[in-house]
């Protein structure tokens, strides 16, 4: 019923900067909170920026000040600007949103596959 697609990882060198997006489709009436977590191998996933629908924002202290979370609602996307990128951001990046479902009107968070960043040093 809703899909969440994520595009903008890559390989980087420490300093450099990427993009990350996630968009989000299907049947959708309503999206609240828009996440950005990553797991490194052996580590838990951790959350790593937030974004309410009205725009108030939380990062983890480790990327505050370098990572910029931002939503776009008419697109459905959120947005995660990665700036001074270290070797320890290497991680495999997953978006989630807490949906309300215009077929059902349940609410669900779903999750993207997720994507590679590896900051090489």
């Known amino acids: 019923q809703v899909q969440l697609v994520e595009s903008g990882g890559g390989l980087v060198q420490a300093g450099g900067s990427l993009r990350l997006s996630c968009a989000a489709s299907?049947?959708?009436?309503?999206?609240?909170?828009m996440d950005w977590y990553r797991q490194a191998p052996g580590k838990q996933r951790e959350l790593v920026a937030a974004?309410?629908?009205?725009?108030?924002?939380n990062y983890a202290n480790s990327v505050k000040g370098r990572f910029t979370i931002s939503r776009d609602n008419a697109k459905n996307t959120v947005y995660l600007q990665m700036n001074s990128l270290k070797p320890e951001d290497t991680a495999v990046y997953y978006c989630?949103?807490?949906?309300?479902?215009?077929?059902?009107?349940?609410?669900?968070?779903?999750w993207g596959q997720g994507t590679q960043v590896t900051v090489s040093s």
């Open positions: 974004i309410a629908s009205g725009g108030n924002t």
């Open positions: 299907g049947s959708i009436f309503s999206i609240y909170a």
């Open positions: 989630n949103a807490d949906i309300l479902l215009r077929s059902t009107w349940q609410r669900h968070g779903y």
